[in-house]
């Protein structure tokens, strides 16, 4: 991942279908709190974008460190347009003041019929 956005993959031959990733972050110690308030506050205006399909922020019950996110967008385009949000640029620049190490970014391809 570069320092503020990650680097996205092209979609493969003959892909169809929302363009999706999974992915965790870990807390520093102590910012647990902090980090799940500014994933939230992402929520509401991602959701409102044209291109999102889906977004959903948990975390982990064993683990309260420990947050994974899902995103689905129409497009890779779409992705990158959310990317260049305000709240988002300013998360990714700032991401090193809650996060024990990097966002980790699992990269999906939809092998279901995508449903609304």
């Known amino acids: 991942m570069s320092k503020n956005a990650p680097d996205l993959p092209q979609p493969q031959a003959g892909e169809v279908g929302p363009y999706a990733l999974v992915g965790t972050a870990r807390a520093l110690p102590g910012r647990a709190d902090a980090l799940e308030e500014r994933l939230l506050s992402m929520v509401a205006p991602t959701r409102l974008e044209e291109g999102a399909l889906a977004y959903h922020v948990h975390r982990n019950r064993d683990d309260p460190l420990l947050f994974v996110f899902y995103e689905a967008w129409r497009s890779r385009a779409d992705l990158e347009l959310h990317l260049e949000m305000p709240y988002v640029a ?26 609304d």
Do not use: N, V
């Open 90 to 115: 300013s998360f990714l620049a700032e991401r090193g003041d809650y996060l024990d190490g990097d966002l980790e970014i699992t990269w999906l391809r939809m092998a279901s019929p995508y449903a």
